[in-house]
Nanobody, 112 residues
Framework: VQLQASGGGLVQPGGSLTLSCAAS????????VAWYRQAPGVKREWVAH???????NYGDSVKGRFNISRDKAKNTVYLQMNNLKPEDTAIYYC???????WGEGTLVTVSS
């Protein structure tokens, strides 16, 4: 199984982006999916997750601005990011558990 994260890019403060995490197989029905991010020189940070049952949870720094969702038919998890701030700049990774997979990251840069 492979995870492919996409959707990153350059956006101005206050803007929005939607990241996608696509799996090569049908694993999201039995695994939770999380988004993590890592800025240069900073420890990797958990951002949000969605369980196999559909429950969601968010880090304090993104609560109210980010939304995680899942399309089972497309084997894809999304991270809708609104009101982006410069401190959201990082490489974003998707991750599954209990079957542990990591996707390659996608870079999000928030700058004017």
């Amino acid at each position: 199984v492979q995870l492919q994260a996409s959707g990153g890019g350059l956006v101005q403060p206050g803007g929005s982006l939607t990241l996608s995490c696509a799996a090569s197989g049908n694993i999201f029905s039995s695994n939770a999916v999380a988004w993590y991010r890592q800025a240069p020189g900073v420890k990797r940070e958990w951002v949000a997750h969605i369980t196999s049952g559909g429950s969601t949870n968010y880090g304090d720094s993104v609560k109210g601005r980010f939304n995680i969702s899942r399309d089972k038919a497309k084997n894809t998890v999304y991270l809708q990011m609104n009101n982006l701030k410069p401190e959201d700049t990082a490489i974003y990774y998707c991750h599954t558990w209990p079957q542990v997979y990591w996707g390659e990251g996608t870079l999000v840069t928030v700058s004017s």
